[in-house]
């Protein structure tokens, strides 16, 4: 990685590249800079997607982000390792109204905890804000853990041994998104996640609620579809939801484990550029069961 700058204004100020905030920096680059600062006046720096996964990589491996969408590789916008969450294609534009990355990925309009679709379901998500959307686009999160506890005990009782069924087709098929290739239905076949689970570290249980889960293992599916739908409710009332609104280059990082979360509509002919690094989990919550 090689550092540079270049101009963004017709007579001042310099974009950098190529250089990690996250290290001290080396001779050659602090003098580059010193140079930088010299002609330019003014330098901007930018988180890169390198920053990105290095700074979560503190947390833990990241998560291998095949599996989670259907976006074909050759229309790929970032790097491996990167999850783009933006409303972009390869060229940069906003997607087509019908173009089916785009109505898939409405699917993170719907509270979700991320890869909870997965057997060793995320960690942490990292999220950045390169390019903000001027209408709406905002966060919200809701704490699983709060919402857990103000179950009443024959709720808490009654769920504490369920095991629900997670897939992306279960999401995405909420909303009407029901046409999967076979490659596409095998890998989305659904996996198995505790209702309720227990954080390794402070022993909170928390709801592991997700719009990924469509079903309950022994439970007929709409009696399981209703009790997923109540809870969530539940869950999701505002005395237990941060809103968050996004400002250019904010990072915010989240534990999938505690907290659920969503993005609201926004005006998608307008760019918003997001990007997440997911740090993997370390185990399943529940016995998968193997297909056939
Ligand atoms: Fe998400």
């Known amino acids: 990685m090689n550092l ?8 001042f100020v310099g974009e950098v590249s190529g250089v990690d905030l996250a290290r001290p920096l080396s001779r050659d680059d602090e003098a ?13 720096y930018q988180l890169t997607d390198e920053q990105q996964m290095a700074f979560s990589r503190n947390f833990g491996r990241l998560e291998d982000a095949r599996g989670g969408n259907i ?25 087509d109204r019908a173009s089916r990355q785009r109505l898939f990925n409405l699917g993170n309009m719907l ?15 990292l999220l950045s804000a390169r390019v903000v959307n001027p209408i709406g686009g905002n966060t919200e999160f809701a704490d699983m853990r709060a919402a857990y506890d103000a179950l009443d005990a024959a709720t808490k009782a009654l769920i504490e041994g369920l095991v629900c069924e997670h897939s992306l087709m279960y999401s995405r098929g909420s909303l009407g998104m029901l046409d999967y290739s076979e490659e596409e239905r095998a890998m989305f076949r659904p996996v198995r996640q505790r209702l309720v689970r227990t954080h390794p570290v402070t022993g909170r249980k928390s709801l592991y609620l997700s719009s990924h889960a469509g079903g309950i293992v022994g439970m007929p599916m709409p009696e399981a579809r209703i009790l997923l739908r109540d809870l969530t409710e539940h869950a999701t009332q505002p005395r237990f939801v941060y809103v968050h609104t996004w400002r250019r280059w904010d990072l915010v990082m989240w534990d ?11 005006d998608e002919s307008q760019p918003r550029d997001m990007r997440r690094a997911t740090v993997a989990g370390d185990a399943p919550t529940a016995a998968q069961v193997d297909a056939a």
């Open 4 to 11: 540079s700058i270049r101009q963004i204004q017709p007579v």
């Open 32 to 44: 580059a800079l010193e140079a930088g600062m010299d002609r330019y006046a003014v330098l901007v």
């Open 71 to 95: 976006t074909r590789p050759e229309d790929k916008r970032l790097p491996e390792g990167m999850n783009d969450v933006s409303n972009l294609g390869r060229d940069g534009e906003p997607l």
């Open 111 to 125: 509270w979700h905890s991320d890869s909870s679709f997965r057997p060793i379901p995320a960690k942490y998500s």
């Open 256 to 266: 999938n484990r505690q907290v659920m979360h969503r993005v609201r509509r926004y």
